[in-house]
């Protein structure tokens, strides 16, 4: 046999063995850190694509993390058969990792202009230069042999959402990323449903979909109603006015802008993020009729009835602009008595109790305050259920795969594609290793998942100690006693005692009474025997334990340490 | 002068000095922990009443705090002129402090007989057993010199809401409570509107009301469309049904119970306040005609089609029976593929994640959710705006006062009755003593008010160390060093170094790091002066503190302490 006849019957051997596979490592099950694998090949040589690598944020369930990510370390293991990582769009739930990740993957980068210009700045934040970062046009083919990519532009809260056509050897996937239908965008072209419908007639094998709204009836609504619904509000006010909204939402940027110049009114941008976007957003061609900005600075000397703020904050973020005028500590900005706040966004579940206490500080200023309640002044980027169905209407694929949501969600999905009569329904959370060809689809493997925590400068996974340590004490407190002993196993000094976070009555302070109950122990013990030690420190630790439950009903994390000095 | 004239003229003096004034310690401006006082009689010897001393929940933000409540300061340092505590329902946010700070207070109680079951149960489990706890019969009059409260029967979502008619010799003041209007609430009686009316044609100065719902359009709905809804959804239902509600809505469970038995079900109660609640009820001659009841353990024999479970947990609490269920380690249900979940309740704010992750899990057994968001399984207790309307249609008031709720609840509540052409109207949150009469009405002073957090067994002021210590551990975790010294302050043994929820990089020890910048400080600091350690325990804790931040980018609580060998 030569070497030539090895190497094709290798070949024939890997394509009669091959399959397409899918497997979601992040963003389906949960909200937020997408992340997801395409393989093809045979298994023990597959190549893989990854599709976005968001993060999710930290919240007073994780003390001290801002930054929560999906935990890579399946595709890390397998970095040298990653062939891409494309990027669908510039959300921080698709993006916000590659910062921190990528030094495991180290493969190429894939975005159209704009997300590039996001990601880049990224990059540049952490010093990350010499990531390979290519810039696909938007309705761009990428060639990433065995796959084939077809960028197909959607509509969605941000410029630039992209579905994936993943052509293989096996069949085609449309992954749909974050999208919406909108024949109104205003940035942007409306949803490209020729192509989607094209795709359909050619077949497609597996559609993995954005899952957000699956829970709400009827269509999410269009940012050209926003935008007449806004300048309405608006038109009616003679006091200042600051509009919040997300900054990625381009359009709704621009729709400040019109309703700045339609109310003859001056814009004012405030926020780092909005200043970041409206110039990524011009760089790319985009908001290339932006007014001229009043600097914050200036912008107390106009009038208040020729002024609007645009600013971020809309979830009540503590350091965000919004927080610090509603607190009247912004340098520039104060409100009064007949200004209005105008929240154009909506409440991100788990942020309610930050956002109410936001509103309440604007209200005691005697601001007015409008939300979504009460004006359709905000539409969701993602697709409600009759968009759904027109997406399946036009794509008729095999096999649906909900990702995107909490199980909840991916369960809503999963119904309404089996009433829609696709085929094959998988609810698939992260970690399901699912084959989509050849023969009927399967779910063949589960692979570890996990979620990465950014601790300051250090990623941990969930499991690790710190965060549980301080959970722990957060609940119950802490007593540290550090006991100086001699040769013979007596105290040689008072012993140190630490107490944090344990309640106590004043005038009664707990280190008194740990104190002699140290002292009990050691008086008890002393003719016993004991070795280096060691059972010295539990059962002082016990009785420390015991003794702070007994005054403070509370079982604080007790740590108990020797110091000899028999050295 | 004689004596007799000159006690005439003192109580001449203290009429013609006397002033009616209002003072909320709690729940005006904040969710729960509903504290009001109204006070009569001159500045320097006033009688006060107080209505309703509630408690809130802790939650992420408050770790280790469960309960949280008002802090009853001004009133205890005044507690010899406190005449009563007058609750006017049974919900946790108007009775849950009373166990907790009645020993301050030392006041009379007085309820109506469903409430004073709750409170006698509360006391007794705190071994309170010689509380003054009188039972007023709806519709009462309690004679409390110089005030006479009469009970007005209302609905609302827990039985015996009683609005209070305050009778003062300078006004009435009508304290609405909880309350809605339902025409239909199924337990008890429909809003005593002719007593509001008669009150309102009488003359009412003040009202003290709800503002809840002051946010939302329209009316609250009915208990008997909730029933209707109800049963139409289980009829439909072929595997096991659970319906999850607030257990204190006895109508709701009444309707639980009426839903089983159209659909030929046997009702469960699962959970300990569901069955407290209950045998509260019962007491009190509410839930006649309850069917028995099939226990718990014996309901996983029954088809899946015969049973019908009602459970606490409908705000994802993790202790209630319904988490349990949802997690798989409940003993005796297991739920499966078929069966439904309902959720009669709303979302209370700050409750979605906990919420969402219960749904997740049943969802993952193939469960099916129901909540009120696709079915009207549930309606509010609360008056929305329409019922607020009626209410100051019927009552006239001369001043209205919007309490029990957030700042942005208690503004638009005010603008609404500004709007209805109250002539006064007083955004007055906690602290705020207003006075009614005598005069047009004024805000006269600011009271000291606060939060007390019971942390174990002791109650804390928000203020105190305790808990910020914890939440600062939390965030940054804490290092705690002790160093033994000789009588020269040369280190006499290996410094003891505790590490609590720090985090590192595997293999790089952070103990050893530290270590070493202890040695660095000793050695640089070995020809300098200082006195009694101190200097240098902060030289050490500076120089440890800046370590951990080099090498992990957190800034942990870092405690040292000096135990010298020279005594």
Same mark, same amino acid.
């Given at each position: 046999m030569t070497s030539d006849t090895a190497t094709q019957q290798g070949s024939r051997s890997a394509h009669e063995n091959a399959e397409l596979v899918f497997l979601p490592l992040g963003g389906a099950g949960e909200i937020g850190m997408n992340l997801n694998l395409y393989g093809y090949g045979p298994d023990h040589d597959r190549k893989w694509i990854m599709v976005d690598l968001g993060v999710t944020f930290g919240n007073e369930a994780t003390p001290g993390i801002d930054i929560i990510m999906a935990d890579p370390q399946f595709i890390a293991d397998n970095r040298e058969n990653l062939v891409a990582l494309i990027l669908t769009h510039g959300h921080e739930d698709h993006i916000g990792a590659v910062p921190y990740l990528w030094p495991e993957l180290e493969c190429p980068l894939y975005a159209t202009p704009f997300t590039a210009s996001l990601v880049r700045r990224k990059l540049d934040e952490e010093g990350l230069n010499d990531v390979p970062l290519n810039v696909v046009p938007l309705g761009g083919v990428i060639d990433l042999d065995p796959f084939s990519v077809e960028l197909i532009s959607l509509t969605h809260s941000i410029p630039e959402p992209n579905a994936l056509a993943i052509r293989t #050897?096996?069949? *085609?996937? +449309?992954?749909?990323?974050?999208?919406?239908? &909108?024949d109104e965008p205003l940035i942007g072209q409306t949803t490209d449903e020729k192509a989607l419908k094209d795709l359909g007639d050619a077949g497609v094998l597996a559609i993995v979909c954005d899952s957000t709204n699956a829970l709400s009836e009827g269509i999410s609504g269009s940012e050209g109603d926003v935008r007449r619904n806004l300048v309405d509000l608006v038109r009616?006010?003679? @006091? /200042?006015? =600051?509009? *919040?909204?997300?900054?990625?939402?381009?359009?709704?940027?621009? *729709?400040?802008?019109?309703?700045?110049a339609e109310c003859d009114r001056h814009l004012v941008l405030m926020g780092r993020?909005?200043?970041?976007?409206?110039?990524?957003?011009?760089?790319? @061609?985009?908001?290339? &009729?932006?007014?001229?900005?009043?600097?914050?600075? !200036?912008?107390?000397?106009?009038?208040?009835?020729?002024? +609007?703020?645009?600013?971020?904050?809309?979830? %009540?973020?503590? /350091?965000?602009?919004?927080?610090?005028?509603?607190?009247?500590?912004?340098?520039?900005?104060?409100?009064?008595?007949? &200004?209005?706040?105008?929240?154009?966004? /909506?409440?991100?579940? %788990?942020?309610?109790?930050?956002?109410?206490?936001?509103?309440?500080?604007?209200?005691?200023?005697?601001?007015?305050?409008?939300?979504?309640? !009460?004006?359709?002044?905000?539409?969701?980027?993602?697709?409600?259920?009759?968009? +759904?169905?027109?997406?399946?209407?036009w794509v008729r694929p095999e096999i649906s795969i909900p990702v995107h949501g909490e199980l909840r969600h991916l369960q809503a999905h999963a119904n309404l594609a089996k009433e829609l009569q696709v085929p094959n329904v998988f609810v698939a959370p992260n970690g399901t290793l699912l084959r989509l060809a050849p023969g009927a689809p399967e779910v063949i493997d589960h692979v570890p998942t996990g979620r990465?925590?950014? &601790?300051? !400068?250090?990623?941990?996974?969930?499991?690790?100690? #710190?965060?549980?340590?301080?959970? /722990?004490?957060?609940?119950?407190?802490?007593?540290?006693?550090? +006991?100086?002993?001699? @040769?013979?196993?007596?105290?040689?000094?008072?012993?140190?005692?630490?107490? =944090?976070g344990v309640p106590s009555v004043p005038g009664e302070p707990l280190s008194v009474e740990i104190e002699e109950v140290i002292d009990q122990v050691f008086q008890r013990e002393r003719y016993r025997k004991f070795h280096k030690g060691h059972s010295m420190e539990e059962l002082v630790r016990r009785a420390v334990r015991q003794k702070a439950k007994e005054l403070t009903g509370k079982k604080p994390t007790t740590v108990v340490r020797l110091v000899s000095l028999d050295r």
């Open positions: #050897p096996a069949g *085609t996937v +449309l992954h749909s990323g974050d999208w919406k239908i &909108d009616d006010m003679t @006091g /200042r006015v =600051v509009i *919040t909204a997300f900054a990625s939402n381009v359009a709704r940027v621009a *729709t400040a802008a019109h309703a700045a993020s909005m200043h970041r976007i409206v110039a990524a957003a011009r760089e790319n @061609g985009y908001l290339s &009729d932006f007014p001229n900005l009043v600097d914050e600075r !200036d912008a107390g000397f106009l009038p208040p009835d020729k002024v +609007l703020y645009l600013c971020t904050g809309s979830q %009540g973020e503590p /350091r965000a602009a919004l927080a610090r005028i509603a607190s009247g500590t912004h340098p520039h900005i104060v409100l009064e008595e007949g &200004d209005a706040v105008i929240f154009s966004s /909506r409440i991100i579940p %788990g942020n309610e109790k930050s956002i109410f206490a936001l509103q309440n500080e604007l209200v005691a200023q005697g601001v007015q305050i409008h939300t979504e309640k !009460d004006n359709d002044i905000h539409v969701s980027g993602h697709p409600c259920r009759d968009e +759904l169905t027109r997406m399946y209407q990465l925590y950014l &601790d300051g !400068d250090i990623l941990l996974s969930s499991d690790d100690e #710190p965060l549980k340590e301080r959970r /722990r004490v957060a609940y119950s407190g802490l007593i540290s006693v550090v +006991l100086v002993v001699d @040769g013979e196993g007596r105290l040689a000094a008072e012993p140190a005692i630490e107490i =944090v």
